[in-house]
Structures are given as C-alpha cells and as structure tokens.
T-cell receptor, first 113, second 112 residues
Framework: DVKVTQSSRYLVKRTGEKVFLECVQD?????MFWYRQDPGLGLRLIYF???????EKGDIPEGYSVSREKKERFSLILESASTNQTSMYLC????????????FGPGTRLLVL | QQQVKQSPQSLIVQKGGISIINCAYE??????FPWYQQFPGKGPALLIA?????SEKKEGRFTISFNKSAKQFSLHIMDSQPGDSATYFC???????????FGGGTRLMVKP
C-alpha cells in the first residue's frame, strides 16, 4: 500500500511566521504535489515536483515555495504566513507515467492567526 | 476561475437512491477524467476514471457518463449507501498528464 504521510494534522501559526509543511511518501514515486483545499473551491495545485530538485508552479504559487532534496520528501514553505493562507493542505504523490493515480496524505489543517 | 465546474455543492439522498454529480469543462484539451472520493479526516482517493474515447464506464455501483460534445461528465452512484457519504471531486488532465484540475467538490450525505 502506498503511504503518504504529512508531518502535522493540525497547526496554528501567527501572521508573519515562516511555516514548514513536510510530506513523505514510501513508494518511490517520481511526482509529488502540494494542494490546498477550501470549501467550494476544491483542490487547487500550489506546486508540483517531478524529480529531486525540480519543481513547477501550479495554479496558486504566490506566497509559497517548495523544496525537494530527496525523492521521498517534499516540503511546502510559507515564507511569511498570512491569514488568507488558513486552509487544509494536502500532499500527494504519483508515478511518472500517463494517467497515474495520485495518492494523498491525510492533510494538514493550518490556522494562521 | 475554475476550469472544471462541479454541481451540486451538496447532496442528500435516501439509502437505496441514485446519487448524481455533474461536472462541466471548457478546455477541449482535457482527455482524462478521474473522480476522487474523500472521507472526513482522510485524503482523497481515486474512485473511478474515464477517457474520452468511451461514453460510459461502470465499476460496481459507480458509473461515469461522458458527453464529449457537451463537455460534461457525471458520476452516478446506484443503490446509494450511508457508507458512500463523503465528498466527491471530479478532475481533468491534459494529454493524460499528471497535473489534475479539480472541481469544487460535492458533499454527499446518504440518509439511512
């Protein structure tokens, strides 16, 4: 079974803090993704990585950065957290082929005060 | 602006009834359409998917219907059960690629 784990289920931070969200997958997947989930807006892609040290911007990259130093780990960084970044953050991974299934972690609910 | 529009946002169905969730898209380059199911406290998981060269795909009680000319696709859940209560997301990708565009989600509640 594919397992995608996220470092925290719940996180409370203050405006202006630097926030790190960590994601680890154990299936040697090439692709990793960060989404945010908001009611009525579905899942929106923040960043995508198709290999170590490689990244592509998704639909809403502003205010976020990512790091992928090892194949199994993909980090999302909020350089200076703002209240409008309060959301559920989901990490996913997949193989690199066509129409590959994305496997999601349980999510991190971030509250920025 | 969402490229994949999903409706309804919420749905209540009686046990044994049919649940129908609809999605519409504008980008004709989309060529792969998966549905993901998310239970509370869990991440989404792939439920069923369709390619545009077929008009229908069925897996157990779940069926995707696809209308290429109308640029619409829908999920039908037959004999809906309380265990089907979850949030459902349609999605689409271009050139069978790995980047998915998701709809806004439908929260389904099946009443016993």
């Amino acid at each position: 079974d594919v397992k995608v784990t996220q470092s925290s289920r719940y996180l409370v931070k203050r405006t202006g803090e630097k926030v790190f969200l960590e994601c680890v997958q154990d299936m040697d997947h090439e692709n990793m993704f960060w989404y945010r989930q908001d009611p009525g807006l579905g899942l929106r892609l923040i960043y995508f990585s198709y290999d170590v040290k490689m990244k592509e911007k998704g639909d809403i990259p502003e205010g976020y950065s990512v790091s992928r130093e090892k194949k199994e780990r993909f980090s999302l960084i909020l350089e200076s957290a703002s209240t409008n970044q309060t959301s559920m953050y989901l990490c996913a991974s997949s193989l690199a082929g066509m129409r590959e299934t994305q496997y999601f972690g349980p999510g991190t609910r971030l509250l920025v005060l | 602006q969402q490229q994949v529009k999903q409706s309804p946002q919420s749905l209540i169905v009686q046990k044994g009834g049919i649940s129908i969730i609809n999605c519409a898209y504008e980008n004709t380059a989309f060529d792969y359409f998966p549905w993901y199911q998310q239970f509370p406290g869990k991440g989404p998981a792939l439920l069923i998917a369709i390619r545009p060269d077929v008009s229908e795909k069925k897996e157990g009680r779940f069926t995707i219907s696809f209308n290429k000319s109308a640029k619409q696709f829908s999920l039908h859940i037959m004999d809906s059960q309380p265990g089907d209560s979850a949030t459902y997301f349609c999605a689409a990708s271009i050139n069978a690629g790995n980047m998915l565009t998701f709809g806004g989600g439908t929260r389904l509640m099946v009443k016993p």
